[in-house]
Nanobody, 120 residues
């Protein structure tokens, strides 16, 4: 079993910052890609940013220049630094990882989600 624990969400004013964390634990041999998705009310879940095992990053156009994804491989943790937050960034943010377990099965895992609300 693999568990993902997210933290760092909350309420922030427009222009503010938040840092999300997602720590993976359990039967993990190797973590491949890691990423963050978000889902606003009435909308589909969308990719915000992801990062490969070689630290190649990719961002949605809507967050480029404001959000930064990073990872700590020793801790199996991925971070999302969110700056210059806008009301339209309000959503539930989900961590996603692609991991290989000790019997060499590779699959995706999701975190439980953390609420980010940007409002004055």
């Amino acid at each position: 079993q693999v568990q993902l624990v997210e933290s760092g969400g909350g309420l922030v004013q427009p222009g503010g910052s938040l840092r999300l964390s997602c720590a993976a634990s359990g039967s993990i041999l190797r973590v491949n890609s890691m990423g963050w998705y978000r889902q606003a009310p009435g909308k589909q879940r969308e990719l915000v940013a992801d990062i490969t095992s070689d630290n190649v990053t990719h961002y949605a156009d809507s967050v480029k220049g404001r959000f930064t994804i990073s990872r700590d491989n020793a801790k199996n943790t991925v971070y999302l630094q969110m700056n210059s937050l806008k009301p339209e960034d309000t959503a539930v943010y989900y961590c996603n990882i692609l991991a290989t377990n000790f019997v060499l099965i590779t699959r995706a895992y999701w975190g439980q989600g953390t609420q980010v609300t940007v409002s004055s």
